[in-house]
């Protein structure tokens, strides 16, 4: 009775006492045990002085596809036969959250009047880890039927491994499960085919608490052999939040309290502007491994949910919405037409999210945003009268694309 006792709590000697009796016949783990265990996991660097950090891939930044993801750089690949071949490396990754310049006006404009933020931006950075150099790492983007290799290079401290968020694949895939992980500096070959359309995720599936929190999380997204009704845009972003105070570089993994809110690696006022030409149909990839929920909402237009990390949902169970919630380890897609011009902002709703930094100082004096940012729709002829979607006609020069009420 006293060994089933042992099972039973605490949960974390309940993880270790089923792997002891994977390979004998004990019940119970030992003190001393459970320390040998912890101790393949020292508290490892930020960055191993042992490990030489390598240059982005040649091909990082060269335009492969049709997603975009705003201040990250694209990833390429290279053909052999019919597998598509990336690079990827995990790495410890020096980001500036925001440099406290805005990178357009309007946006300044906006964090004072809607955020209430009276002084000036300051400047951040980040020792995180990422992938490629950035945290988020690059978006990977295929083609359902796409044979896939990714070689994926370690040169952190300490052991990871790539978990294929939402993928159907086949187990040997998933090293995680084998307590099996890329020890530093050494390269392991993920290879599989791309079955399944929509939008999903990679991110470390070893030592998670602390490996996801310091960054190493990027989005994998799938497109149909042809889109029944492709679109003229596909903007991808990645919710993150970090816990930072002002004196500390690297992440605190002790404590759920994340005080810094970033949208592709970046905070208000550095987080680009989205910007579309009026008419112009596009798709946001939304993804999040972050803790929290994240109430996205966008000024000015309804938009259509298209996708989950489940994949694309069919035409009549799509639901429409103003306020996107973004729930730990989701993704969604969603799609409108940028029909009414102007500079909108598209921001988390619950204010922490988008201002950051608020457990160093009062919120009057509150210099940085987190999640905030805008949608700059340019206008096709700006001295036109606004005319509500459902009103304007051809006749009267505005011509959208298809139906603005799908
Ligand atoms: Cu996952």
Known sequence: MKKILCLLVPIPSLMLSLSALQGSTK???????????????????????NIRISPKPSNTGKEIGIVETPGIKPLGYTKIGDIKVFRLTAQPVEQTLTDGAATHHQLLHAMKSILGIKALPTKKKLNG???NGSTPGPTIELTVGDKVRVIFRNELPEPTLIHWHGLEHPHALDKSSERNPVLPGETHVYEFTAYQEGTYLYHSGCSIAKQ?????????????KQYEEPVDRHIALLVQEWALNSQTLTPNTATNQFNW?????????????????????????????????????LHGYTWTLVGTEGGPISKTAQIK??????????TRTIE???????????????????LSHMTDIPLEVTPNGGIFTLLKVVPTDPDAPWAHHSEATTEEGREFPRDLLS
Do not use: C, D
């Not at 190493?216 to 497109?223: A, D, K």
């Not at 409108?336 to 988008?354: I, K, V």
């Open 129 to 131: 880890w990422g992938y």
């Open 261 to 297: 809110f970033t949208l592709n690696g970046h905070a208000a006022p550095s987080i680009p502007l989205i910007t579309l030409r009026q008419g112009e149909r596009v798709r946001l990839h939304v993804g999040s491994m972050a803790l929290n929920t994240y109430p996205l909402f």
């Open 336 to 354: 409108f037409t940028a029909w009414n011009p102007g500079t909108w902002p598209l921001y988390a709703l619950t204010r922490h999210q988008s």
């Open 212 to 224: 996801n929190r310091y960054g190493l999380v990027g989005m994998v997204i799938v497109h149909p």
């Open 27 to 49: 019940l119970a783990v030992t003190t001393k045990e459970r320390y040998s265990e912890q101790s393949e996991y020292p508290n490892y660097a930020w960055k191993s002085s």
């Open 321 to 330: 919405g103003a306020t996107l919630h973004l729930l730990p380890g989701t």
